[in-house]
């Protein structure tokens, strides 16, 4: 947090407040993406808990690791969508402006705005954002400084979720559709034959995907910078950069909530070379604004 209004101030390195995302909950609503995550969840939450008999302790046991994976990954989705990726602080711009810009930052033509190191505009929110990976369809927005976090884990327990359903589903006999079970209906059999599928298919899938973005994140490096962009200079080290995504208190890193944020404040960035960002000897940032 960079200070509150009227309070007490801090220095600059500091992850800002966590903030709303610009996409509204209405626009979320009309999202097909959106929607779509949701059908894939219950396809699964179907045939494992509302069809299943779940009477015995083992059972029940598997509902409650189940509803505890669903939860994590439906927490994750909602706070990649929600969380506000970060923009550079209209204190910032202005001050870097008033100041001639001593940082020699270079001007962003879309926006027309001061570009802080590793910051992109994103076409989709026309906003410049900090420390960008990509704009995310599925999460109905961009993948950024603040956001991050989330992101990499709805990928890791998504990938959890899906290779636990399948293997539940198949201990339950979901190949065996043309036998189904006491009081099972055809329709019902075929829903958890397709929920198996489905599961498999993006559970296998998924595993690529998240060893592709937490090796990324363990570089300090984005999806745009994996394109022939990265700087080795921001590698310090995979826990060094792991903090820079998940923060800095590591019991937090596996839950999908804030906390005190990233390490950092996704504008000034430390350097292998220095250990400290190449432009942090010029300023000290104290300010009583705390949006990023």
Not at 47 to 66: E, G, Q, T
Not at 142 to 171: D, E, H, I, P, Q
Not at 224 to 242: H, M, R
Request: proline share 5%; glycine share 8%; net charge neutral.
């Amino acid at each position: 947090m960079l200070g509150r209004e009227g309070g007490d101030t801090q220095a600059w390195g500091r992850a800002a407040a966590c903030r709303w995302a610009p996409c509204s909950i209405s626009r979320c609503l009309i999202a097909p993406m959106v929607v779509f995550v949701v059908m894939l969840v219950a396809m699964s939450y179907a045939p494992l808990v509302v069809y299943r008999d779940n009477s015995s302790v083992l059972s029940r046991v598997h509902l409650a690791v189940f509803h505890a994976l669903i939860g994590m990954l439906l927490a994750s989705y909602l706070m990649t969508v929600f969380v506000d990726p970060g923009t550079p602080p209209e204190w910032w711009l202005a001050r870097e402006t008033e100041r001639g810009n001593p940082m020699g930052l270079r001007m962003c033509s879309r926006s027309d705005q001061l570009k802080p190191p590793r910051s992109h505009y994103c076409s989709v929110t026309r906003r410049l954002v900090l420390n960008m990976d990509h704009f995310c369809p599925w999460v109905n927005n961009t993948v950024g400084f603040y956001n991050r976090k989330f992101f990499l884990l709805f990928l890791v327990y998504s990938c959890v979720t899906c290779l636990y359903s399948a293997v539940m589903l198949y201990l339950d006999g979901s190949l065996s559709l043309m036998t189904p079970k006491n009081g099972e209906t055809l329709g019902m059999a075929t829903i958890r034959l397709m929920a198996m599928m489905v599961d498999v298919s993006l559970g296998v899938a998924l595993i690529f995907f998240a060893f592709f973005h937490i090796g990324m994140a363990a570089k300090n490096e984005t999806t745009i910078e994996s394109c022939g962009l990265a700087d080795p200079k921001y590698d310090l080290g995979s826990v060094a950069n792991l903090e820079s995504v998940f923060g800095a208190n590591r019991w937090l890193w596996l839950l999908p909530v804030y906390g005190q944020g990233p390490v950092g404040d996704g504008i000034h960035w430390p350097t292998r070379e220095l250990g400290i960002d190449e432009s942090s000897h010029m300023f000290t940032d104290v300010q009583s604004d705390d949006s990023v």
